[in-house]
């Protein structure tokens, strides 16, 4: 799983953090930063598809491959 963070749009809400804190930190204001690349391995996809689902405001973006279709579940 790759994932894209817009750091523009973050409200600093921090739930991304509260479900993926290995992946998110918050600075001293409450915004999110990525930790890394982008790159997620299985093992933390789980908290980090909740971050990405539970954002509201749609700051972060999972990025697939032009035609890869959209995992069902």
Request: some cysteine; hydrophobic content about 35%.
């Amino acid at each position: 799983m790759k994932i894209k963070l817009d750091r523009t749009v973050c409200d600093g809400f921090g739930l991304c953090a509260a479900h993926a804190p290995e992946t998110f930190s918050l600075d001293e204001w409450g915004y999110v930063s990525l930790v890394g690349a982008g790159s997620i391995p299985p093992e933390r996809e789980e908290g980090v598809r909740r971050a990405l689902l539970d954002c509201p405001v749609h700051a972060i973006t999972e990025l697939r491959p032009a035609g890869e279709p959209r995992p069902e579940g």
